[in-house]
Protein backbone atom coordinates (compact mmCIF):
# COMPACT_ATOMS: atom_id res chain seq x y z
CA UNK A 1 0.00 0.00 0.00
CA UNK A 2 1.07 3.24 -0.52
CA UNK A 3 1.13 6.37 1.45
CA UNK A 4 -1.06 8.65 0.37
CA UNK A 5 0.72 11.90 0.15
CA UNK A 6 -0.39 15.50 2.22
CA UNK A 7 -1.72 18.17 -0.19
CA UNK A 8 1.13 20.82 -0.15
CA UNK A 9 -1.77 23.23 0.40
CA UNK A 10 -3.05 21.74 3.40
CA UNK A 11 0.37 21.53 5.23
CA UNK A 12 1.08 25.14 4.20
CA UNK A 13 -2.32 26.11 6.15
CA UNK A 14 -2.96 24.06 8.72
CA UNK A 15 -0.12 25.67 10.91
CA UNK A 16 -2.61 28.97 10.75
CA UNK A 17 -5.30 26.67 11.30
CA UNK A 18 -4.15 25.38 14.47
CA UNK A 19 -4.02 28.79 15.77
CA UNK A 20 -7.19 29.87 14.72
CA UNK A 21 -8.71 27.18 16.70
CA UNK A 22 -6.43 27.64 19.33
CA UNK A 23 -7.17 31.66 19.71
CA UNK A 24 -10.63 31.72 18.51
CA UNK A 25 -12.69 28.46 17.84
CA UNK A 26 -11.47 27.21 20.94
CA UNK A 27 -12.79 30.05 23.39
CA UNK A 28 -16.01 30.64 21.37
CA UNK A 29 -17.28 27.07 21.94
CA UNK A 30 -16.09 27.18 25.65
CA UNK A 31 -18.00 30.57 26.28
CA UNK A 32 -20.91 29.75 24.36
CA UNK A 33 -21.02 26.19 26.56
CA UNK A 34 -19.88 28.33 29.55
CA UNK A 35 -23.37 30.15 28.61
CA UNK A 36 -25.64 28.01 29.33
CA UNK A 37 -23.72 27.42 33.03
CA UNK A 38 -23.83 28.92 36.12
CA UNK A 39 -20.16 29.37 35.74
CA UNK A 40 -18.72 31.11 38.45
CA UNK A 41 -15.38 32.59 38.43
CA UNK A 42 -15.25 32.16 42.24
CA UNK A 43 -16.56 28.22 41.92
CA UNK A 44 -15.05 26.07 39.28
CA UNK A 45 -17.37 23.46 39.72
CA UNK A 46 -20.25 25.48 38.48
CA UNK A 47 -18.55 25.06 35.26
CA UNK A 48 -20.48 21.52 34.70
CA UNK A 49 -24.34 22.04 35.76
CA UNK A 50 -26.00 22.53 32.76
CA UNK A 51 -29.07 25.11 33.66
CA UNK A 52 -30.03 25.63 29.41
CA UNK A 53 -31.12 28.93 28.55
CA UNK A 54 -31.60 30.26 32.28
CA UNK A 55 -28.95 32.92 31.32
CA UNK A 56 -30.68 33.99 28.59
CA UNK A 57 -33.98 34.51 29.87
CA UNK A 58 -32.44 36.32 32.83
CA UNK A 59 -30.73 38.68 30.65
CA UNK A 60 -33.49 39.40 28.59
CA UNK A 61 -35.91 39.99 31.41
CA UNK A 62 -33.31 42.16 33.24
CA UNK A 63 -33.88 46.00 33.05
CA UNK A 64 -30.37 46.66 33.74
CA UNK A 65 -29.33 44.58 30.54
CA UNK A 66 -32.16 47.02 28.58
CA UNK A 67 -30.95 49.82 30.39
CA UNK A 68 -27.50 49.20 28.73
CA UNK A 69 -28.74 48.21 25.28
CA UNK A 70 -30.64 51.50 25.18
CA UNK A 71 -27.76 53.54 25.96
CA UNK A 72 -25.45 52.24 23.72
CA UNK A 73 -27.98 52.42 21.01
CA UNK A 74 -28.53 56.10 22.35
CA UNK A 75 -24.62 56.90 21.92
CA UNK A 76 -24.72 54.84 18.72
CA UNK A 77 -26.94 57.07 17.16
CA UNK A 78 -25.40 60.36 18.22
CA UNK A 79 -21.90 59.85 17.78
CA UNK A 80 -22.37 58.28 14.19
CA UNK A 81 -24.39 61.07 13.09
CA UNK A 82 -22.42 63.74 14.19
CA UNK A 83 -19.07 61.71 13.00
CA UNK A 84 -20.83 61.12 9.21
CA UNK A 85 -21.78 64.94 9.11
CA UNK A 86 -18.51 65.91 10.56
CA UNK A 87 -16.69 63.64 8.49
CA UNK A 88 -18.20 64.65 5.58
CA UNK A 89 -18.10 68.23 6.12
CA UNK A 90 -13.86 67.54 5.97
CA UNK A 91 -13.58 65.36 3.38
CA UNK A 92 -14.95 68.20 1.49
CA UNK A 93 -13.25 70.95 2.67
CA UNK A 94 -10.07 69.16 2.44
CA UNK A 95 -10.81 67.81 -1.17
CA UNK A 96 -11.08 71.91 -2.54
CA UNK A 97 -7.32 72.28 -1.32
CA UNK A 98 -4.74 72.15 -3.91
CA UNK A 99 -2.02 72.48 -1.79
CA UNK A 100 -0.64 70.69 0.96
CA UNK A 101 -3.70 68.11 0.69
CA UNK A 102 -1.69 65.18 1.62
CA UNK A 103 -0.21 66.61 4.82
CA UNK A 104 -3.87 67.67 5.95
CA UNK A 105 -4.74 63.52 5.25
CA UNK A 106 -1.46 62.56 7.01
CA UNK A 107 -3.39 64.78 10.43
CA UNK A 108 -6.51 63.52 9.58
CA UNK A 109 -5.27 60.11 10.55
CA UNK A 110 -4.01 61.38 13.40
CA UNK A 111 -6.52 60.52 15.89
CA UNK A 112 -6.66 56.80 14.51
CA UNK A 113 -3.44 56.25 15.95
CA UNK A 114 -4.24 56.04 19.27
CA UNK A 115 -5.58 53.50 20.96
CA UNK A 116 -8.98 53.66 22.73
CA UNK A 117 -7.28 53.46 26.08
CA UNK A 118 -5.31 56.30 25.53
CA UNK A 119 -7.90 58.33 24.16
CA UNK A 120 -9.98 57.45 27.14
CA UNK A 121 -6.89 58.39 29.67
CA UNK A 122 -6.47 61.65 27.33
CA UNK A 123 -10.43 62.52 27.89
CA UNK A 124 -10.14 61.52 31.45
CA UNK A 125 -7.42 64.16 32.21
CA UNK A 126 -9.39 67.02 29.53
CA UNK A 127 -12.32 66.85 31.95
CA UNK A 128 -11.21 66.27 35.11
CA UNK A 129 -13.06 68.69 37.27
CA UNK A 130 -9.99 70.29 39.05
CA UNK A 131 -7.31 69.98 36.61
CA UNK A 132 -8.81 69.28 33.72
CA UNK A 133 -8.15 71.68 30.23
CA UNK A 134 -11.98 72.34 29.67
CA UNK A 135 -12.79 73.96 33.07
CA UNK A 136 -9.62 75.94 33.35
CA UNK A 137 -10.34 77.36 29.60
CA UNK A 138 -13.81 77.96 30.82
CA UNK A 139 -12.74 79.54 34.63
CA UNK A 140 -9.76 81.88 32.71
CA UNK A 141 -12.03 82.67 30.08
CA UNK A 142 -14.72 84.18 32.14
CA UNK A 143 -17.01 82.04 30.66
CA UNK A 144 -18.06 80.04 34.45
CA UNK A 145 -16.86 80.60 38.21
CA UNK A 146 -17.30 77.04 39.08
CA UNK A 147 -15.67 74.01 38.07
CA UNK A 148 -18.12 71.59 36.08
CA UNK A 149 -18.17 67.83 36.51
CA UNK A 150 -17.78 66.52 33.36
CA UNK A 151 -17.56 62.83 34.24
CA UNK A 152 -19.49 63.06 37.48
CA UNK A 153 -22.88 64.98 36.26
CA UNK A 154 -25.53 61.91 34.72
CA UNK A 155 -25.74 64.19 31.75
CA UNK A 156 -22.83 65.58 31.35
CA UNK A 157 -20.70 62.31 31.09
CA UNK A 158 -22.13 60.72 28.24
CA UNK A 159 -21.63 64.24 26.44
CA UNK A 160 -18.23 63.85 27.42
CA UNK A 161 -17.90 60.09 26.01
CA UNK A 162 -19.53 61.17 22.94
CA UNK A 163 -17.01 63.85 22.52
CA UNK A 164 -14.13 61.28 22.64
CA UNK A 165 -16.11 58.72 20.17
CA UNK A 166 -16.10 61.35 17.89
CA UNK A 167 -12.60 62.44 18.36
CA UNK A 168 -10.85 59.25 17.94
CA UNK A 169 -13.39 58.84 14.95
CA UNK A 170 -14.64 60.90 12.85
CA UNK A 171 -11.51 60.61 10.52
CA UNK A 172 -12.86 57.31 9.49
CA UNK A 173 -15.79 59.10 7.89
CA UNK A 174 -13.28 61.84 6.20
CA UNK A 175 -10.75 59.51 4.91
CA UNK A 176 -13.82 56.99 3.44
CA UNK A 177 -15.91 60.07 2.01
CA UNK A 178 -12.90 61.60 0.69
CA UNK A 179 -12.06 58.44 -1.17
CA UNK A 180 -15.37 58.76 -2.38
CA UNK A 181 -14.95 62.37 -3.51
CA UNK A 182 -11.89 61.97 -5.55
CA UNK A 183 -13.76 58.46 -7.37
CA UNK A 184 -16.74 60.68 -8.44
CA UNK A 185 -16.90 61.11 -12.40
CA UNK A 186 -16.13 64.44 -13.29
CA UNK A 187 -18.80 64.29 -16.68
CA UNK A 188 -22.02 64.50 -14.53
CA UNK A 189 -20.70 67.50 -12.60
CA UNK A 190 -19.48 69.36 -15.77
CA UNK A 191 -22.89 68.34 -17.23
CA UNK A 192 -25.01 69.59 -13.99
CA UNK A 193 -22.81 73.17 -14.39
CA UNK A 194 -23.58 73.14 -18.00
CA UNK A 195 -27.00 73.30 -17.11
CA UNK A 196 -27.26 75.47 -14.64
CA UNK A 197 -27.82 73.76 -11.26
CA UNK A 198 -26.31 75.72 -8.10
CA UNK A 199 -24.07 74.16 -5.82
CA UNK A 200 -26.44 73.01 -3.50
CA UNK A 201 -28.54 70.83 -6.44
CA UNK A 202 -25.18 69.50 -7.66
CA UNK A 203 -24.38 67.79 -4.53
CA UNK A 204 -27.57 66.71 -3.50
CA UNK A 205 -28.51 65.02 -6.69
CA UNK A 206 -24.85 64.10 -7.54
CA UNK A 207 -22.29 64.50 -5.06
CA UNK A 208 -24.27 62.88 -2.17
CA UNK A 209 -25.18 59.95 -3.74
CA UNK A 210 -22.14 59.07 -5.21
CA UNK A 211 -20.92 59.11 -1.77
CA UNK A 212 -24.07 57.09 -0.11
CA UNK A 213 -22.25 53.82 -0.66
CA UNK A 214 -18.87 55.08 0.87
CA UNK A 215 -20.81 56.72 3.90
CA UNK A 216 -22.56 53.28 4.67
CA UNK A 217 -19.26 51.49 4.48
CA UNK A 218 -18.08 53.99 7.39
CA UNK A 219 -21.49 53.57 9.42
CA UNK A 220 -20.97 49.84 9.14
CA UNK A 221 -17.36 49.65 10.07
CA UNK A 222 -18.28 52.25 12.96
CA UNK A 223 -21.37 50.90 13.88
CA UNK A 224 -19.58 47.51 15.12
CA UNK A 225 -17.14 49.60 16.84
CA UNK A 226 -19.87 51.90 18.95
CA UNK A 227 -21.54 48.77 19.42
CA UNK A 228 -18.85 46.64 21.75
CA UNK A 229 -17.22 50.75 22.82
CA UNK A 230 -15.87 49.41 26.17
CA UNK A 231 -11.87 51.31 26.55
CA UNK A 232 -12.94 54.48 26.30
CA UNK A 233 -16.18 54.43 29.07
CA UNK A 234 -14.17 52.21 31.21
CA UNK A 235 -11.34 54.66 31.43
CA UNK A 236 -13.38 57.80 31.56
CA UNK A 237 -16.16 56.95 34.02
CA UNK A 238 -16.43 53.55 34.75
CA UNK A 239 -19.89 53.62 33.55
CA UNK A 240 -20.66 55.80 36.03
CA UNK A 241 -22.34 57.87 37.61
CA UNK A 242 -24.92 55.74 38.95
CA UNK A 243 -24.49 53.01 36.15
CA UNK A 244 -26.06 56.53 34.15
CA UNK A 245 -22.78 55.71 31.17
CA UNK A 246 -22.98 52.07 31.43
CA UNK A 247 -23.04 50.15 28.05
CA UNK A 248 -23.13 46.91 26.98
CA UNK A 249 -19.63 46.07 27.34
CA UNK A 250 -19.12 47.52 30.32
CA UNK A 251 -21.96 45.92 31.93
CA UNK A 252 -20.99 42.89 30.34
CA UNK A 253 -17.32 43.04 31.89
CA UNK A 254 -18.55 44.12 35.14
CA UNK A 255 -20.35 40.92 35.20
CA UNK A 256 -18.28 38.70 34.59
CA UNK A 257 -14.77 39.95 36.16
CA UNK A 258 -16.35 41.92 39.35
CA UNK A 259 -19.27 40.26 39.81
CA UNK A 260 -17.51 36.78 38.81
CA UNK A 261 -20.66 35.51 36.58
CA UNK A 262 -19.08 34.16 33.82
CA UNK A 263 -21.54 31.99 32.67
CA UNK A 264 -24.33 34.97 32.99
CA UNK A 265 -21.80 37.46 31.10
CA UNK A 266 -21.10 35.21 28.13
CA UNK A 267 -24.72 35.22 27.83
CA UNK A 268 -25.56 38.65 27.24
CA UNK A 269 -22.24 38.69 25.16
CA UNK A 270 -24.02 36.21 22.83
CA UNK A 271 -27.33 38.71 22.81
CA UNK A 272 -25.14 41.38 22.35
CA UNK A 273 -23.55 40.00 19.10
CA UNK A 274 -26.41 38.97 17.80
CA UNK A 275 -27.97 42.30 17.94
CA UNK A 276 -24.67 43.91 16.43
CA UNK A 277 -25.29 41.42 13.57
CA UNK A 278 -28.17 42.96 12.95
CA UNK A 279 -27.27 46.47 12.72
CA UNK A 280 -24.44 45.25 10.19
CA UNK A 281 -27.36 43.66 8.18
CA UNK A 282 -29.15 46.84 8.19
CA UNK A 283 -26.46 48.91 6.84
CA UNK A 284 -25.08 46.55 4.37
CA UNK A 285 -28.66 46.34 2.81
CA UNK A 286 -28.52 50.18 2.63
CA UNK A 287 -25.24 49.80 0.79
CA UNK A 288 -26.44 47.50 -1.58
CA UNK A 289 -29.48 49.63 -2.29
CA UNK A 290 -27.15 52.83 -2.71
CA UNK A 291 -25.38 50.66 -5.27
CA UNK A 292 -28.05 49.69 -7.04
CA UNK A 293 -29.01 53.22 -7.46
CA UNK A 294 -25.98 54.08 -9.26
CA UNK A 295 -25.84 51.03 -11.45
CA UNK A 296 -22.90 49.57 -9.46
CA UNK A 297 -24.31 46.29 -7.91
CA UNK A 298 -23.02 42.91 -9.77
Sequence with gaps: MRRKKIPTWFVLIFPALVILAAVVLVPLLFSLYSSFTPYKLTRPDTLFKWI???????AINS????????RTVLLLTIALNLEMLLGLGLALLV???????????????????????????????IFNDNV??????????????????????????????????????????????LAGL????QDPLE??????????QTFRHITLPFLMPFIYIAL???????????????????GGPARRTELLWTLIGR??????????????????????????IFFFRKLNAARSELGMAG
Design 191 to 200: AAKVDGCTPW
Design 95 to 125: SRVTRGQRALRTLMMFPMMFSPILVGFQFKF
Design 182 to 185: FAIP
Design 63 to 70: AVFWAAFG
Design 52 to 58: GTFNYQK
Design 220 to 238: AIRSLDVARAYDIVQIMTN
Design 132 to 177: GLVNNALQSLGLTNEAIPWLVDKNLAMFSIIFAEMWSSTSVFAILI
Design 255 to 280: TGYVDAKMGYANAMGYISIVMAIFFT
